[in-house]
């Protein structure tokens, strides 16, 4: 059986990777920005392929973090629903300012993303409306009206067929 030093210590680890998985779907938002404001579409869709996975990530690390965390409560007698802050002063004195360190270092990189999520989401909503009112225009003109078929209005269209013709 582990004792709590082992224990502590995985979960400092477990810490350290979801700031690093944090720290690189930061840096994705970031990079989505430009791929937003330059509407390349098809990079957008590899960069959120590329975001899901380390957001599946996340979740598979917040499950052990979770673990780790009952372990030690049920090894120490703390309640794990605590802030970090006080449930760190439970675990081994060497691993209290770390924890302490990357659980702060994590909610600011959160923050961050939640700043960059908004500004991209504003800039793909303005996007969508300027791409609506373009349409909207266009289709105002008689050159670019087109019928159910893909055809433009004023093509008739030649049946193939001798039983789609008009007696």
């Known amino acids: ?4 030093h082992e224990i502590s210590k995985q979960f400092l680890d477990i810490l350290s990777q979801i700031k690093d998985t944090v720290q690189k779907i ?6 989505k920005y430009d791929i937003i404001k330059n509407m390349e579409i098809d990079q957008l869709l590899v960069i959120n392929e590329e975001e899901a996975d380390f957001l599946h990530k996340i ?8 673990d780790l965390m009952e372990t030690l409560s049920l090894k120490i007698g703390f309640d794990p629903q605590q802030p ?17 360190s990357i659980s702060m270092d994590i909610k600011n990189l959160c923050t961050r993303i939640d700043i960059i999520t908004d500004r991209n989401e504003y800039i793909l909503k303005n996007s969508v409306e300027i791409i609506a009112q373009i349409l909207e ?7 670019d009206q087109y019928n159910s078929q893909g055809l433009s209005a004023d093509v008739k269209k030649h049946s193939l067929h001798m039983l789609d013709q008009l007696v």
């Open 26 to 31: 930061l840096e994705i938002e970031d990079h």
């Open 1 to 4: 059986m582990k004792n709590i």
């Open 84 to 100: 970090i802050s006080k449930i760190a002063k439970f675990l081994p004195e060497e691993h209290q300012k770390n924890i302490l």
């Open 59 to 66: 979740e598979i690390f917040e499950i052990k973090r979770v």
């Open 137 to 143: 225009l266009t289709q105002g003109t008689p050159i």
